[in-house]
C-alpha cells in the first residue's frame, strides 16, 4: 500500500527549516587546495568505519508530494538498517540491504524484496531516497559507488556543495571553528531533478554515534 504523499505542515515546516544558503564564492586556489587536502583526510579517515549510526528528521518531496519523519540509520560492514516513522500518517518502514538485495519491512500485505532499495522504497511508500548513496552524503563525503562528483567549499575550508549522479548536495555544518578531521554536518539539503518532479531531501541529524567526531549539534 502507497504511503500518504501530500504535502503535510509538518513537512512543509522541516522544508523550510533553514534556508538555502547562497552558493559559495570560489576560493583562492591555496586555500582551494587545502580544502581539498581536508577532505580527502576527512574521507580517507571515515570511510573504514564500519559499524555506526545516526538518527535525525527527513523531508522528502517529489512536486507536491511527499512526507516526513524520522529515520534511524544504522550501518554494518554487512550493509545498513533504515527505520522511517512518519508520524502523521502513522506509519513505519524498515528497509535493509546487505548488498544482496533490498528488503522493505512494514507494508500492508507483508514485506517486499528488490535489487534496488531506492526503486522499492519510492514504489511501496512514495518516498524517494537516493539510498545508495545517502549514508557518504549524509557524512559529507563523495560517495564511493557513485560517478564523478564535482565539490565546493565555504570560506571556513568545509564542503559546502556537492554534485554526483544527478544530485545537488548543500551543507550545513556545526557551529564553531571547523578543524576537527571527522567532524560530521548537521544538515543536508539534497535536489533532484526540476520543476514539478523535482525531488528534494532534507535531513537534520539530531545524534552521531559509533564516529570519534564533532556531534550533530556541534558538541
Given at each position: 500500500m502507497r504511503g500518504r504523499?501530500?504535502?503535510v505542515p509538518a513537512l512543509l515546516a522541516l522544508l523550510a527549516a533553514c534556508t538555502t544558503a547562497p552558493a559559495p564564492r570560489p576560493l583562492p586556489p591555496e586555500l582551494e587546495a587545502r580544502a581539498e587536502a581536508r577532505q580527502q583526510a576527512r574521507e580517507a579517515a571515515l570511510r573504514p568505519i564500519a559499524?555506526?549510526?545516526?538518527?535525525?528528521?527527513?523531508?522528502v518531496s517529489i512536486g507536491r508530494d511527499g512526507g516526513?519523519?524520522?529515520l534511524d540509520w544504522r550501518q554494518?560492514?554487512?550493509?545498513?538498517?533504515?527505520?522511517?516513522?512518519?508520524?502523521i500518517s502513522r506509519q513505519?518502514?524498515?528497509l535493509s540491504d546487505g548488498g544482496d538485495g533490498a528488503?522493505?519491512?512494514?507494508l500492508e500485505g507483508g514485506p517486499r524484496t528488490g535489487p534496488d532499495a531506492t526503486a522499492l522504497l519510492l514504489d511501496a511508500t512514495g518516498w524517494y531516497l537516493p539510498m545508495a548513496a545517502l549514508a557518504d552524503w549524509a557524512r559529507g563525503l563523495r560517495a564511493a559507488a557513485g560517478g564523478a562528483?564535482?565539490?565546493?567549499?565555504?570560506?571556513?575550508?568545509?564542503?559546502?556543495?556537492?554534485?554526483?549522479?544527478?544530485?545537488?548536495?548543500?551543507?550545513?555544518?556545526?557551529?564553531?571553528?571547523?578543524?576537527?578531521?571527522?567532524?560530521?554536518p548537521r544538515r543536508i539539503d539534497a535536489r533532484h531533478g526540476g520543476g514539478d518532479r523535482e525531488a528534494r531531501v532534507k535531513l537534520m541529524v539530531d545524534d552521531w554515534e559509533g564516529i570519534p567526531a564533532v556531534g550533530a549539534d556541534g558538541g
Amino acid at each position: 500500500m502507497r504511503g500518504r504523499r501530500v504535502l503535510v505542515p509538518a513537512l512543509l515546516a522541516l522544508l523550510a527549516a533553514c534556508t538555502t544558503a547562497p552558493a559559495p564564492r570560489p576560493l583562492p586556489p591555496e586555500l582551494e587546495a587545502r580544502a581539498e587536502a581536508r577532505q580527502q583526510a576527512r574521507e580517507a579517515a571515515l570511510r573504514p568505519i564500519a559499524d555506526w549510526s545516526m538518527r535525525g528528521r527527513v523531508a522528502v518531496s517529489i512536486g507536491r508530494d511527499g512526507g516526513s519523519g524520522r529515520l534511524d540509520w544504522r550501518q554494518s560492514a554487512g550493509g545498513y538498517t533504515a527505520e522511517l516513522s512518519a508520524p502523521i500518517s502513522r506509519q513505519g518502514w524498515r528497509l535493509s540491504d546487505g548488498g544482496d538485495g533490498a528488503r522493505l519491512e512494514g507494508l500492508e500485505g507483508g514485506p517486499r524484496t528488490g535489487p534496488d532499495a531506492t526503486a522499492l522504497l519510492l514504489d511501496a511508500t512514495g518516498w524517494y531516497l537516493p539510498m545508495a548513496a545517502l549514508a557518504d552524503w549524509a557524512r559529507g563525503l563523495r560517495a564511493a559507488a557513485g560517478g564523478a562528483a564535482r565539490v565546493e567549499y565555504g570560506a571556513d575550508g568545509r564542503l559546502a556543495f556537492l554534485q554526483q549522479d544527478g544530485w545537488e548536495i548543500r551543507y550545513e555544518w556545526p557551529s564553531g571553528d571547523a578543524g576537527a578531521p571527522l567532524e560530521l554536518p548537521r544538515r543536508i539539503d539534497a535536489r533532484h531533478g526540476g520543476g514539478d518532479r523535482e525531488a528534494r531531501v532534507k535531513l537534520m541529524v539530531d545524534d552521531w554515534e559509533g564516529i570519534p567526531a564533532v556531534g550533530a549539534d556541534g558538541g
